[in-house]
């Protein structure tokens, strides 16, 4: 049985590493999008930038984000109980992060 759970265990940090890499190497894709040389004055080359950084939040880092923090959860139960300490202050921190991050896409523009 110990073995098993070891096995899970591992199962779960490399799924962890493959959404966080999901997640924070989408953000590489976004700046490399938001400054294609000529874009600012070719409204078109703009616009396709602007729906290929959509589209990469839809596909890539928003599974990323869910995929690392489901796993997260996933390791932090699954852990001995030396580990389960640390991981449950991550998963605490990603939680407000996410949380914060939803709260400000979510408040009216004041402009």
Known sequence: MERA???MFEFYRITHIVGVAMFFGSVLAH???GFIPGAADNPPIMLAAR????LANWYV????LVLAIVSGALMAANAEYEK???LA???ATAAAIALGA???RLRPNRT
């Open 31 to 33: 700046v490399t999008a």
């Open 89 to 91: 202050m991550h998963i």
């Open 51 to 54: 729906q290929a950084i959509t």
């Open 84 to 86: 389960r300490r640390p």
């Open 61 to 64: 880092t928003i599974p990323g």
């Open 102 to 104: 939803a709260l400000t």
């Open 5 to 7: 759970r070891i096995i």
